[in-house]
């Protein structure tokens, strides 16, 4: 929390939210026109891991990048 969030809501600012998934979905997409098939295969398979790593550990479909903590990437890197 900041004294710029609290100001923002309070004015009515309301900051768009990203989230993991669209992120990855909006890399995979960029990239799909610069990369060979084969990296971009790695990409998505990555994403479906990401997609079953929320669904089985956190039980969410998604999350968003402002809640995203350094425990997040070591519990997947697990996964």
Known sequence: ????????LYMGVEEKQYSLLDLVEYHNN??????EWGS?????????YISRF????LKVKD???SQLQYKFLTDF???
């Not at 960029?30 to 990369?35: A, I, S």
């Not at 971009?40 to 479906?48: D, S, V």
């Not at 929320?54 to 550990?57: H, K, S, V």
Request: charged share 25%; no cysteine; proline share 0%.
């Open 40 to 48: 971009i295969k790695n990409h998505y398979t990555t994403q479906k």
């Open 77 to 79: 890197e697990l996964f």
């Open 30 to 35: 960029y990239e799909k026109q610069r990369l």
């Open 63 to 65: 999350i968003f990048l």
């Open 1 to 8: 929390i900041t004294a710029d969030a609290i100001k923002n």
């Open 54 to 57: 929320l669904n089985e550990q």
